[in-house]
């Protein structure tokens, strides 16, 4: 089948998301196109969760996962053997200063911008439970953006952007991506070894060209993630001039002397507020934070059926889950998932014959996976007792409620 047919039934699909038997004729499809295999598994484990009691998309669900072409390849080294693979590249940067020229390189890829903005079909609805966040967000950002007359009447005060911070792998890119999918506006997004370039001067020139592009996109969320480094406190940066280059800047950029900045909402995200530079904390630039807690019930138990909801499962209880797993991040919510997943897989290799992922793979799983929060919030716990009287409140006020103060 070639892929403009295959397009045309996905369209279809999307259309109709309720329509099983056609989402199974899909799978079908995509079953029998080359490369495709993955899709297949993922859109019949769809049908199967809608339907758990339908005989034929269950069968064709096993008989996908037995003919995995992987299996007809050869084996994968034993998690032993296999290579552990770390990205260097943020650790080298700011050790050495060695920086890999990624603009250059992607924009030798698209052969025109170096990042071009999508538009995210994500909402603040999909983001499970965090209501607070979901406030913050909405009173800080969201109201005042859709209503003009405030616009109008604050005017320049709306300026300057937000900085969400919190422990890692708890969605603070996630929630971005959604708010720019709420706002109807495009979404770039940025980390600090995207735009580090070893040449002087080029560094620079990548901040500007990102904020052009996101002026010639707008309405546009520009994301600078995970600016703990970017950001430094100047006095921090080792001398780096690179660095405090940048953060300069950003700082002309962001005051967009012209009123260029129409349409650009300017949203950054760090795992460390405190060591962000002040001077990007000022009115006007990265002026309010919100912060991105560990996730609580109702968002774990969203964050699992995100993660099961494209995998072959069965008598998933959801609420237990959620219960079961306080102080876990998003991520290690994703990573429990996947090792479940690879239980189900061995157990079905072993056993000669594909079965679902169930409660015990889940259940085995939580016994390997710790949770990952707590480091993060014990150091922030110094940071509130020690530290600027006053300058996290929402932060003090999640401690005090999850009784760490
Ligand atoms: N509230 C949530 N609802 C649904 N999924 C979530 C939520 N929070 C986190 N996730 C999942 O956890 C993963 C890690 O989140 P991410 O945004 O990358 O964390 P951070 O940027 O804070 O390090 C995301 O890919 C997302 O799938
Ligand atoms: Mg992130």
């Known amino acids: 089948m070639d892929d403009a047919v295959l397009s045309a039934l996905k369209r279809a699909v999307d259309a109709a ?19 495709r295999h993955d899709e297949a598994i993922a859109t019949v484990s769809e049908v199967v969760a809608g339907a758990p009691s339908r005989a034929d998309a269950r069968a064709l669900l096993l008989e996908l996962l037995n003919a995995s072409p992987s299996a007809a390849s050869p084996p994968e080294p034993s998690p032993s053997e296999r290579p552990i693979e770390y990205d260097w590249s943020a650790a080298e940067a700011e050790v050495r200063g060695v920086v890999q020229p990624r603009f250059e390189e992607r924009r030798a890829e698209t052969g025109g911008d170096a990042f071009v903005a999508e538009r995210p079909g994500v909402r603040l609805d999909d983001v499970g439970g965090m209501t607070e966040v979901k406030r913050r967000l ?37 929630i971005a991506r959604a708010l720019a999918g709420e706002l109807g506006a495009g979404f770039l997004s940025a980390s600090i070894t995207d735009i580090l ?78 060591e962000v530079d002040p001077a990007l904390r000022r009115p006007g630039r990265l002026d309010r934070m919100v912060l991105v807690a560990p996730p609580d019930t109702d968002a774990r138990a969203a964050i699992f059926r995100h993660h099961l909801s494209q995998r072959p499962v069965e008598g998933i209880d959801l609420n237990r889950l959620a219960k079961a797993t306080g102080g876990f991040s998003g991520a290690d919510i994703a990573y429990v998932c996947e090792l479940a997943a690879e239980h189900a897989l061995m157990d079905s290799i072993a056993n000669g014959e594909a079965r679902m992922i169930a409660m015990p793979d889940l259940d085995h799983a939580l016994t390997e996976v710790q949770p990952s929060t707590g480091p993060w919030l014990d150091a922030a716990r110094t940071i509130v007792t020690f530290g600027d009287e006053g300058a996290y409140p929402d932060l003090k006020a999640f401690l005090k409620k999850s009784k760490r103060l």
């Open 197 to 274: 370039d070893p040449y002087v001067g080029v560094s620079e020139h990548n901040v500007h060209e990102l904020f052009q592009i996101a002026r010639r996109d707008a309405p546009c969320v520009l994301f600078f993630d995970e600016v703990d480094t970017l950001g430094q406190k100047r006095s921090s940066l080792r001398g780096s001039a690179t660095l405090r280059n940048v953060v300069n800047q950003l700082l002309t950029e962001m005051d967009g002397v012209d009123g260029s900045n129409e349409g650009v909402f300017v949203l950054a995200a760090s795992n460390q507020p405190w």
């Open 17 to 35: 998301p309720g329509d099983l038997e056609l989402k199974l004729h899909y799978a079908r499809a995509l079953a029998e196109s080359a490369g």
């Open 138 to 174: 909405d009173a800080a950002f969201l109201a005042p953006m859709r209503n003009p007359r405030l616009r109008d009447l604050y005017g320049k005060s709306l300026r300057g952007g937000l900085l969400l911070y919190g422990p890692p792998g708890c969605g603070k890119t996630y």
